[in-house]
């Protein structure tokens, strides 16, 4: 069964410092990993995906984000924090094998970015 | 482009009635559509799988008569929740994932929501 856990339910961070939202996941086949961004009232903005390729992934806003093998993670980085990245983010994965697209979140982590 | 539109955003309608919210795929062409719930400080819970032109594919739980999926043409997915009661109320999101070549064929992309609130 596919899994992802994020392991903290809440990030706070000054601005300017780097950040990091912890994701780690479980797949039978291989990891399509995803972040996601969710502001209050609204849908998820797509950040940044891994399939294949290079470990680093860099996407949109400044956000990177590294996928690691042997420790089934993925977590979500930017070197140097905004308050307007306060947000909920949300990792998620699914099976590369898996032609249904269908889609298993995290269960969300609230990023505080404080001035 | 990937950009994915709700209607209504927010609805506020009484116990009983039923409420049709719209999703569409504005620039490209969405074989699949998915139909998410999110309650308050919780993660999105799929409900159901849509593909162009067959039934959806609801997940366990979900009440297939109650909450009615069509997805009738490649850039729309309708979903309708009958009889509504409070308990309905929620925040429902769709995404729409694409086989063609315009977006990456890995990629949900999400429509903005909509808060159904039910009196």
């Known amino acids: 069964a596919q899994s992802v856990a994020q392991p903290e339910d809440q990030v706070n961070v000054a601005e300017g410092n780097p950040l990091t939202v912890k994701c780690t996941y479980s797949v039978s086949g291989n990891p399509y990993l995803f972040w996601y961004v969710q502001y209050p009232n609204r849908g998820l903005q797509f950040l940044l995906k891994y399939i294949t390729g290079d470990n680093l992934v860099k996407g949109s806003y400044g956000f990177e984000a590294e996928f690691n093998k042997s420790q089934t993670s993925f977590h979500l980085k930017k070197p140097s924090a905004l308050v307007s990245d306060s947000a909920l983010y949300f990792c998620?994965?699914?099976?590369?094998?898996?032609?249904?697209?269908?889609?298993?979140f995290g269960s969300g982590t609230r990023l505080l970015v404080r001035p | 482009g990937a950009v994915v539109s709700q209607h209504p955003s927010r609805v506020i309608c009484k116990s009983g009635t039923s409420v049709k919210i719209e999703c569409r795929s504005l620039d490209f062409q969405a074989t699949t559509m998915f139909w998410y719930r999110q309650f308050p400080k919780q993660s999105l819970m799929l409900m159901a799988t849509?593909?162009?032109?067959?039934?959806?594919?609801?997940e366990q739980g979900v009440e297939k008569d109650k909450f009615l999926i069509n997805h009738a043409s490649l850039t729309l997915s309708t979903l309708t929740v009958t009889s509504a009661h409070p308990e309905d109320s929620s925040f429902y999101i769709c995404?729409?994932?694409?086989?063609?070549?315009?977006?990456?064929?890995?990629?949900?992309?999400f429509g903005p929501g909509t808060r159904l609130t039910v009196l």
């Open positions: 849509s593909n162009e032109g067959s039934k959806a594919t609801y």
């Open positions: 995404s729409a994932g694409t086989s063609g070549s315009l977006v990456g064929t890995d990629t949900q992309y």
């Open positions: 998620a994965v699914r099976d590369g094998g898996d032609s249904s697209y269908k889609l298993i």
